[in-house]
Structure formats: structure tokens, C-alpha cells
């Protein structure tokens, strides 16, 4: 699918619509307030003020139709949705560009004022929503007739393989081939096989593949998850009612239980907010705490041997690894001794680390993780792979915390603590899962208001 076309067409669409509503707004300002003090429409049109709007506003709008997640899915649009989606946002522009840019004249009336704030809203919506709703059922005629199509494959060769294949007959999509798991009971033509779990990257690459479909004879799947997250597209999986992942909901698509493994219930809007509040925060937290950084920097680095930050790979956003940056807390000859946990009084932190863990300092440098993606303010905390797949087989949906980026602070780290065992990280995981099933921006306020509270208490462990 052209997935990065249909966006940019919403965009476009979005961004002259907003540029001719405000346009025809100023046409009408000048009949309704400024006609008898300029000679004619085009010298009202090219006073400063306005030029600065038609320049700035439509960029505006481009804005909150971003953060409303508007963009986020440019295909499978519901109609309804849109509807409400363009009416909301609009009404959201409008009030914003009403009160900044329009109430700093002086009317004849104050009716004035409500005619201008209505015709502002009716011209935004009406062009607005005009254009995308074209765009939006050319492309649901596209795929009615068959001309565009999700390019799926998938993985599996068995009978479970051969329900997907027969699912998805006359469904908008195109079956590309299939991959095979090594099943001994193999239901599909060799022909259609495009070859095993190693040549994914290839396979994907070349046929442009737009969506993975699950569909392994093996009730086991998660080792396979941790596998295809990498590829950073769409993974539906084939299940049931006692399926390994069913801690989730399970929905009807396409006439078989199936899940969605790389989706959530967090909204796109929400989505959206959060990760631009989260860069908005990073950065300024890394300008505001300098002093701070250099001053522990120098505390670390004087307090024992060894580099001032610790580096370790974790698994984050989709399981890819990244790497994670702590002031270091323990001696520099720790991590010989292989992937441990940190206990309470654990000897193998320094005096000074100890403080720094005490007021969760230590974590204050994945500030920069947060700033460059690979993390969230709030989110599950990232673990190293070696303890997942420890922790995966006993709890399979531990892999569902990989559809969100992790997070510096977490509900299972102010609620819980931290986790000296695999099974203390498994009876943190309910904490990490029920953030998971019940996301929002609320939330995660909720979170970083115990987590400050936790600093200033100094109860970090």
C-alpha cells in the first residue's frame, strides 16, 4: 500500500483548505467591519497581519489535525469517525484563531462577533471535511473494486494457514505467499512458499509487504513475536478463546478470532500527545537539570573507578534493541559477573550509587533516550533479553508491552518497586499489563505524580 501517498493527499488536502477558509474569512471580514476604511478587498488582503495568518494558520491546522491522529491511519477510515474527527479538530482551530487573531478588533456589535466566529467554522469544517471525505471514498472504492489491496503473508503452512488463506478470500487483500514454520503436517503448495522465519527481511522487502499474518500451528507463538516485532509493521494473529495471549481482548476479524498484536486501546489522539509532550519535556529537562548532570557526572566519576554512565542494551518500541544510559551505580567490575538483578543491599553498588538509586537519579539520563525515541516518560520498563526470555515462558503476554515504547517510570515501578527476581518481575508484569489495558494520558499523569513523589521521598528502592 502506498501508505505514505494516501498521507501526504490528507495533508495537501488539509493544508489549501485551510488556506482558502481563511482566505474567504478575510473576504468576508472586509465587507463586514473594514470596507469603509480600505478601498477594496485586495488592500484589506495584504495587510501584515493578514498575510501573517494566511501564512501561519493553515500550518496551525496541520498541527491539531496531527495530534488528533487524523493522519495516523490513512486507510480503513471510518466515516463516522472522520466526521467527528474533522469536526472536533475544526472547532478546536476555530475557537484557538476566534480568540488569538479576531478579537483583537473592535466591531460595530458584538453580533459581529458571532457571525464571524460562525462563518470561520462553517467554511473551515465544510472544506475541510468536503475534500477528505472525497479522498476517503475514492480510496474505499479502490479497494471495493479490488485495485488496491493490503499485501499480506503469511506465516504458517498448516491447517491453521490454510483457514487464514480461506478467510481472507475475497477480503481486500492479496495473499503474497507463505512462510514456513517447519510444521510436519505442511497443508500448502510448495509453490506458495516463499521460504522459512530466516528469509523474513527479504521476503518482506521485496513484495512490499503490508501486513503479517500469523497463522503457526503452535500455540507457542510468542518466541516467534519477539522475532517479527522487528519488522515494524502490522501482526494479526489467529486464535481462540484459550489462546496464550487471551489476557487481551480477543475481536472477530475477518470471520476467525484473531488479535492484533501490535495494536492497543490507547487512542491515536492520545498517541500522538503523548509523544510530543514527551519530547517537549526531554528536551527541556536536559536544558533545565545541566547543572545537575554535570554535577552528579563529576560525584560518579570521583566516587569509583569506572566510566560516569552505564550502557546496556534492553528491548524496547516493537522489540528492537536499544541502548540505555544510567549514571553508573555500581563498581566497574560488576558486570563480569553476567546479568543480574540488583538486590536491596546489593554489594556491588557503590556508596554514592546507592544515594543516586535511592532518589531514582540514576534514571535521569534516558532524559536523552526519551528525546531521540527509543523511550517514553511513562511506559513499562524496557528488560534485557536474556530475563524475557525467562519471563515469556511463563507469561507469553509479557510480549504485548512491546506495542508501546518504555517507559522511565512505570505503574509496576511506583507500585510495585523494583524486581530482584524473575518472579518478582512477573508479579510486576499485572501492574505493567493493566497499564497497558487501560492507557491514557490521565494515566500517565497519574504515574509521574507518584513517581515525583517517590524522588522527593527518597523511597526509590
Known amino acids: 500500500m502506498k501508505t505514505y501517498r494516501q498521507k501526504l493527499k490528507y495533508i495537501l488536502a488539509d493544508y489549501i483548505t485551510a ?9 468576508f471580514r472586509y465587507y463586514e467591519v473594514a470596507q469603509f476604511t480600505f478601498a477594496s478587498p485586495a488592500d484589506f488582503l495584504m495587510l501584515s497581519n493578514v498575510l501573517k495568518g494566511q501564512a501561519l494558520i493553515p500550518f496551525f491546522c496541520l498541527i491539531i489535525d496531527f495530534l488528533s491522529g487524523y493522519y495516523n ?3 480503513g477510515k471510518s466515516r463516522i469517525d472522520e466526521l467527528f474527527t474533522t469536526f472536533v479538530t475544526v472547532t478546536i482551530t476555530t475557537l484557538t484563531i476566534f ?3 479576531v478579537l483583537n478588533e473592535l466591531p460595530r456589535s458584538f453580533e459581529v462577533y458571532y457571525r464571524q466566529f460562525f462563518w470561520l467554522l462553517i467554511l473551515q469544517f465544510v472544506l475541510t471535511y468536503s475534500v477528505r471525505a472525497v479522498i476517503t471514498a475514492h480510496s474505499i472504492r479502490k479497494f471495493r473494486r479490488r485495485e488496491w489491496s493490503y499485501r499480506a503473508l503469511i506465516i504458517g503452512t498448516g491447517e491453521k494457514a490454510v483457514r487464514m488463506r480461506d478467510c481472507l478470500a475475497g477480503q481486500p487483500y492479496r495473499i503474497t505467499g507463505f512462510v514456513s514454520e517447519q510444521t510436519a503436517d505442511r497443508k500448502i503448495d510448495g509453490a506458495e512458499i516463499l521460504g522459512t522465519l530466516d528469509d523474513m527481511e527479504r521476503i518482506i522487502a521485496e513484495n512490499h509487504i503490508d501486513e503479517l499474518m500469523v497463522a503457526v500451528d503452535s500455540e507457542d507463538v510468542a518466541p516467534l513475536l519477539y522475532e517479527i516485532y522487528r519488522f515494524g509493521i502490522p501482526i494479526k494473529v489467529l486464535g481462540g478463546k484459550n489462546y496464550p ?19 492497543n486501546n490507547f487512542s491515536d489522539a492520545g498517541r500522538n500527545i503523548k509523544l510530543l509532550t514527551d519530547k517537549v519535556i526531554a528536551l527541556s529537562v536536559l ?4 547543572p545537575l548532570y554535570l554535577y552528579l557526572a563529576i560525584k560518579v566519576k570521583r566516587s569509583s573507578k569506572g566510566p560516569i554512565f552505564f550502557r546496556q542494551e534492553r528491548i524496547g518500541y516493537r522489540g ?12 566497574a567490575d560488576a558486570s563480569t559477573q553476567g546479568p543480574l538483578l540488583t538486590a536491596r543491599n546489593d554489594s556491588r553498588v557503590t556508596p554514592f550509587g546507592h544515594f543516586l538509586r535511592k532518589y531514582r537519579l540514576d534514571e535521569i539520563p534516558q532524559f536523552w533516550n526519551v528525546l531521540i525515541g527509543d523511550m517514553s516518560l ?5 528488560e534485557q533479553r536474556y530475563y524475557i526470555e525467562q519471563i515469556v515462558l511463563k507469561a507469553p503476554y ?7 515504547r518504555p517507559g522511565i517510570t512505570s505503574l509496576g515501578m511506583v507500585r510495585y518497586g523494583y524486581a530482584e527476581t524473575v518472579e518478582k518481575m512477573i508479579e510486576r508484569l499485572d501492574y505493567d499489563i493493566l497499564y497497558y489495558e487501560n492507557m491514557s494520558l490521565l494515566l500517565d499523569i497519574k504515574i509521574l505524580i507518584y513517581t515525583i513523589k517517590t524522588v522527593l521521598t527518597g523511597k526509590g528502592i
Open 19 to 27: 488556506s482558502v477558509a481563511w482566505l474567504l474569512f478575510n473576504v
Open 73 to 75: 491511519k490513512p486507510f
Open 99 to 101: 480568540f488569538v487573531v
Open 245 to 263: 495471549l487471551a489476557r487481551v481482548k480477543v475481536e472477530d476479524v475477518l470471520g476467525v478470532p484473531s488479535i492484533d498484536v501490535t495494536e
Open 287 to 290: 536544558i533545565i537539570l545541566l
Open 320 to 331: 528492537k534493541p536499544f541502548t540505555i544510559y544510567k549514571f553508573r551505580t555500581m563498581y
Open 378 to 382: 511513562v511506559g513499562p520498563r524496557p
Open 398 to 404: 509479557y510480549y504485548l508491552l512491546h506495542n508501546v
